[in-house]
């Protein structure tokens, strides 16, 4: 009787293999049985990130990250701390590795070149929120990650966001934080708007 390697989660990349490429005198059932198991491995070792920014607000009613803006975030695989030196982008309205296994994919997938291990992260659905005027000078949670095997550890604003002067002033498509800073001239209210002291921080949330 074939036995499923992905009873212990340290065998995860071991059981993927497997049902990827099922082991010569498998069944259908037992490669199920492989895939459920891996399922609910997947499900205990979920993590629920919050991105949190804060900033200073001058003029601006609110500062939002849509589903075609791009997260990018430097990780840490959760099996053998090892942590990435590249940044990775995770974009919500994108899905990668969409196969027979799992047909919506995932935000984000990527295997450990450490332990192997393979590891994905989803945005929860609904969890983009905007940081306004209201929340200025203080930390927000302006989305929410759900990570499998790896948690984001540092973030990298750049190029995307969306910023809606006050009083229905001047909008403004793909701002550049990449500086922390950004001031523009709003050319409806005949003012200057600008974001300053732009931070983030990741919190831990509760499922």
């Not at 939002?64 to 803006?69: K, V």
Request: with cysteine.
């Amino acid at each position: 009787m074939l036995k499923c390697s992905c009873l212990s989660p340290m065998a995860l990349p071991t059981c993927l293999r497997v049902i990827e490429q099922p082991l010569s005198g498998s069944t259908n059932n037992q490669n199920q049985l492989c895939v459920n198991r891996l399922i609910a491995i997947n499900r205990r070792n979920m993590v629920r990130v919050g991105l949190q920014i804060s900033a200073t607000l001058e003029n601006i009613e609110k500062l939002e990250a849509d589903a075609d803006y791009a997260f990018f975030l430097k990780l840490t695989c959760s099996n053998c701390g090892e942590t990435s030196e590249k940044w990775h982008d995770i974009i919500e309205s994108e899905r990668v590795q969409q196969d027979s296994r799992n047909s919506d994919g995932f935000n984000f997938y990527m295997k450990c070149k450490m332990c192997g291990r393979e590891n994905s992260m989803d945005v929860v659905e609904k969890s983009n929120v905007a940081y306004t005027a209201d929340d200025a000078g203080s930390f927000k949670t302006i989305v929410v990650f759900d990570c499998r095997g790896v948690e984001p550890v540092e973030f990298s604003p750049r190029t995307g966001w969306k910023v809606q002067s006050a009083e229905n002033g001047q909008a403004f498509e793909d701002v550049d934080l990449s500086d922390d800073d950004w001031v523009e001239y709003d050319q409806k209210n005949n003012n200057s708007v600008g974001i300053y002291e732009f931070a983030s921080k990741f919190v831990k949330l509760k499922k």
